[in-house]
């Protein structure tokens, strides 16, 4: 049976995350809604993993059942609560676990397809296309590109784990290319960590920054994908 967190208030939505599977998550506009959608993520999730890999790990079943429920907060500078400021997100008693030698292998194979859908769906796009900007968009395509590597660069720097921020490169295709050859790099040595670290109010791990750079790469192909 698959366990699920729930993360409500989520940038005005709820996420639920099948937990121990990264990439697999469900939205709603509520709780009652992001877990109505679990089952179809956990169906969709299955396909993905087996149109790449003939030897799949994930379960066949899509049973699951809610295991936590986080409900985000703002916070200011002095770490008080607040209407404006840090939104503080989900951290489930799930991410203490440490990443096993298995779960990172996996991740390994997850970012690397996610990657080249990303390709696959950016690369070849005009400078024009990459550029335009789109009425109640916060970013042009290009924008996102560089959006999704400097997320990954920040889940790393949680952790002590990123190269000096004035290293980004500016170009997007750079940038996200030179911060994936960093997380590929580091991965492999978090197997076994009992490392969890508070940062700016907000509980890190290394199984927490996999939950989170396979889902965030993942949300912005379907973003870029809906604006083209």
């Not at 779960?103 to 769906?121: A, C, V, Y």
């Not at 990954?152 to 002590?160: A, C, F, K, S, T």
């Amino acid at each position: 049976m698959f366990r699920v967190g729930l993360e409500n208030n989520t940038e005005g939505r709820s996420q639920a995350w099948i937990l121990g599977y990264p990439g697999c998550f469900a939205y709603g506009q509520d709780g009652s809604q992001a877990l109505h959608a679990v089952s179809q993520a956990i169906t969709d999730y299955r396909h993905w993993i087996d149109i790449h890999i003939a030897d799949s790990w994930f379960p066949q079943d899509n049973e699951f059942a809610l295991d936590e429920t986080w409900e985000c907060y703002t916070i200011n500078d002095d770490y008080e609560l607040s209407n404006e400021g840090y939104e503080v997100n989900a951290w489930f008693r799930h991410d203490w676990k440490p990443l096993s030698e298995e779960d990172i292998q996996h991740g390994l194979l997850l970012l690397g397809w996610n990657r080249d859908e990303l390709m696959k769906t950016a690369a070849d796009l005009s400078p024009e296309v990459l550029e335009h900007t789109y009425p109640k968009e916060r970013w042009s395509i290009a924008g996102i590109l560089g959006h999704i590597g400097n997320a990954e660069w920040w889940y790393m720097n949680r952790l002590g784990l990123a190269f000096p921020r004035a290293e980004l490169p500016v170009q997007p295709f750079e940038r996200l290319d030179k911060v994936r050859r960093r997380l590929i790099e580091v991965l492999p040595g978090l197997a076994g960590k009992r490392k969890v670290v508070g940062v700016d109010g907000e509980f890190w791990s290394p199984r927490k920054l996999l939950r989170r750079a396979v889902w965030h790469e993942c949300d912005h192909i379907a973003h870029i994908r809906k604006l083209l």
